[in-house]
């Protein structure tokens, strides 16, 4: 993996994150986890290049990024879509990821990835607000949350962003 600046992107946002998915992975080497995410963004906020990342509250993920400084989200090649199917439907808490998938972990930034990402972005967490109901003005949105289980929406500075040539 070689470093890059966040401004030498060239991804289409919109398909890396709403087509090609995202693994988000949070934790250490003694214990993490992942889960394929689907929503989200990046953009410029508070004048550093941001992303904002939303975890529901009984994702096992959820844990991990409440009780780490530090994320990553990185995006893989097609030939992976097995493996983000599996990290979307089958919960760490019951499933060890990286043994069913065959994805390898990596553990040499603050948080783990794995090495058959294509693009990983290391996100430092800098504000995070719980969506609730009485903040959505569009009503066609209330469908998603049929639980009430409300997304945790985490604003993060990506502090390093690695490619796999």
């Known amino acids: 993996m070689r470093e890059i600046s966040a401004f030498e992107l060239n991804d ?14 949070a934790g250490t080497k003694e214990k993490y ?3 394929t995410a ?9 004048n550093k290049p941001t992303a904002f990342t939303f975890i ?35 919960s760490g808490r019951d499933t ?6 065959g994805l390898t ?4 930034e603050k948080a783990p990835y794995f090495e058959q990402a294509r693009l990983v972005l290391v996100c430092r967490k800098m504000y995070a607000q719980d969506l609730n ?5 569009d009503e066609s ?6 639980d009430n289980d409300y997304h945790r929406m985490y604003v993060s500075e990506i502090v390093k962003v690695l490619v796999n040539d």
């Open 33 to 35: 986890n992942t889960m």
């Open 133 to 137: 109901e009485e903040s959505i003005i």
């Open 105 to 108: 972990p990596v553990f040499d």
């Open 56 to 90: 529901r509250p009984q994702r096992y993920t959820y844990e991990f990024l409440e009780n780490n400084e530090y994320y990553t989200l990185s995006v893989y090649g097609e030939e992976y879509r097995k493996a983000l199917t599996l990290c979307g439907t089958k």
């Open 38 to 46: 689907s929503w989200g963004s990046v953009g410029i906020m508070w």
């Open 141 to 146: 949105i209330k469908g998603n949350y049929k």
């Open 96 to 101: 060890d990821k990286a043994k069913e998938t």
């Open 12 to 25: 289409n946002i919109f398909k890396t994150i709403g087509k090609d998915w995202t693994l988000v992975t």
